[in-house]
């Protein structure tokens, strides 16, 4: 151990070990470690509270930085790997791509855009589509030739991804009779109308097949687990307390621990 600090005071103002600069962009604590890939700068433990805790008035309570690693990496055995809190911002800011590869819980949007008629004053908010299964859907116009018939060609990998496909047909313009005169086969489908030269818009829905679906489908119904059991998800929705909340604990413990300005 370089330096070792400890303290017996349980006041936040007393610290095993404390840094100070008033320099600009100084560090008041800087770790550095090179050798090995567990190697620490800093290392922090807990047992109940916070291994590592971070706090300022304006810029980042903490801050991770990595050329072509992770900045940041969390990891728990049993608890959350990381958490978020704000009172009044976002939980959480993501500036570039995200991977999920587990199971996002109420990710249901709504998706946000400037909006067209007015961008510079406005958003345009949608919600997401919703399925009991894992549905893709596929859609589009046609004319029908001088047969009566036109020919939907899908992507290549249209029936090595979906099953159980379904039709819906409308026809624009004008009044005629429309029919899927073949199914899909081969990646592409046939429309035949009741006379030539018609308009017809289509659309296509398959379930997902593939390998990843076929391992985890998705559970529509499920109970919840013991300690969640008699709370809610929203609580207030329901006309009960935000006491019931499945994360009120959570939430308030996160509360108690932000720092007095």
Avoid at 24 to 31: C, F, H, I
Avoid at 116 to 124: G, I, Q
Avoid at 147 to 159: C, D, K, S, Y
Avoid at 169 to 196: C, E, H, M, W, Y
């Amino acid at each position: 151990i370089g330096v070792k600090g400890e303290t017996t005071s349980g006041d936040d103002a007393d610290a095993g070990v404390a840094g100070t600069t008033t320099a600009a962009n100084g560090t008041g604590v800087k770790g550095t470690a090179n050798n090995g890939f567990n190697a620490a700068g800093v290392h922090g433990e807990s047992t109940q509270g916070w291994g590592v805790f971070g706090s300022t008035t304006s810029g980042s309570g903490v801050y991770g930085f990595a050329t072509t690693g992770r900045g940041l990496y969390g990891i728990s055995g049993s608890g959350d790997a990381v958490a978020g809190f704000s009172p009044n911002g976002r939980a959480g800011y993501f500036n570039g791509d995200v991977q999920i590869t587990g199971t996002c819980i109420g990710c249901l949007g709504p998706s946000r855009i400037d909006h067209p008629l007015d961008p510079e004053n406005r958003y345009l908010q949608h919600a997401a589509v919703q399925s009991d299964e894992m549905m893709n859907i596929y859609n589009g116009n046609v004319v029908t030739d001088d047969n009566g018939e036109a020919v939907v060609t899908l992507p290549e990998w249209f029936e090595a991804l979906n099953r159980d496909f379904r039709y819906q047909l409308t026809v624009i313009g004008d009044f005629a009779q429309a029919v899927v005169s073949s199914k899909v086969k081969d990646n592409r489908f046939t429309i035949r109308t009741d006379r030539p030269g018609v308009e017809v818009s289509w659309q296509v829905t398959g379930t997902r097949k593939d390998a990843y679906a076929a391992a985890h489908p998705v559970q529509v119904e499920v109970d919840k687990p013991e300690a969640e059991r008699g709370k809610y998800a929203h609580p207030v929705e329901h006309g009960r307390p935000e006491s019931q909340g499945v994360d009120y604990e959570e939430q308030q413990r996160m509360q108690t621990s932000l720092p007095t300005p």
